[in-house]
C-alpha cells in the first residue's frame, strides 16, 4: 500500500475525530443530560467519548444493529453515527482553507463510524472491551478521557 495514502488516512481519521467532537461540544456544553441509572454529568466534558470506524464491508444491517447494541450498554448516554460522506464533507469543512488537504483526500479513505458518549466512568474500560468484540469494528479508539 502506499506509504502516503496511508498517513493522509490517518490524518483524516484523526481530523475528523476531533472535527466532530468539538462541533458536539459546542452543541450540548451547557446541556443537562441523562443517563440509564448512572451519573448525570452537567456537560460534556464529563463525558468520555469513544470513536468507533468500521470496516468497510460492513452492511447497513450490521451497522443498525450495531447502533442499538451500542444504545443498550450501561452507561452509554449517547451514540452518533457518522457516515462515509458526512465524514468527508467534515474533513472538507475543516481543510477548506488548505487546497492541497482538501484536494488529496478521497471519499473512500473515510469509514463510517460511531462517536459513544459515555457518561459513567467505571463502565468506559468495559464498554471498550465490548466494543472491540465486535465484528464491523475495525478500530475503537478513546478520543476523550
Not at 63 to 89: C, H
Not at 95 to 107: G, H, R, V, Y
Not at 120 to 132: A, E, H, L, S, V
Amino acid at each position: 500500500m502506499n506509504k502516503k495514502f496511508v498517513i493522509i488516512s490517518l490524518l483524516a481519521v484523526i481530523i475528523v475525530s476531533f472535527i466532530a467532537i468539538g462541533g458536539q461540544m459546542k452543541q450540548k456544553k451547557e446541556t443537562q443530560m441523562e443517563t440509564k441509572g448512572s451519573i448525570k454529568p452537567t456537560n460534556i466534558k464529563q463525558i468520555a467519548a469513544i470513536d468507533i470506524f468500521l470496516k468497510d464491508n460492513a452492511t447497513k444491517s450490521q451497522v443498525s444493529l450495531l447502533q442499538e447494541e451500542l444504545k443498550a450498554m450501561t452507561g452509554v448516554y449517547r451514540v452518533d453515527y457518522i457516515s462515509q460522506d458526512q465524514a468527508f464533507n467534515m474533513y472538507r469543512e475543516q481543510n477548506k482553507n488548505d487546497s492541497i488537504l482538501k484536494e488529496l483526500a478521497e471519499k473512500e479513505i473515510f469509514p463510517e463510524s460511531f462517536q459513544v458518549y459515555i457518561s459513567d466512568q467505571q463502565q468506559k474500560d468495559i464498554i471498550m472491551k465490548n466494543i472491540k468484540k465486535k465484528e464491523i469494528v475495525k478500530v475503537a479508539i478513546f478520543s476523550r478521557p
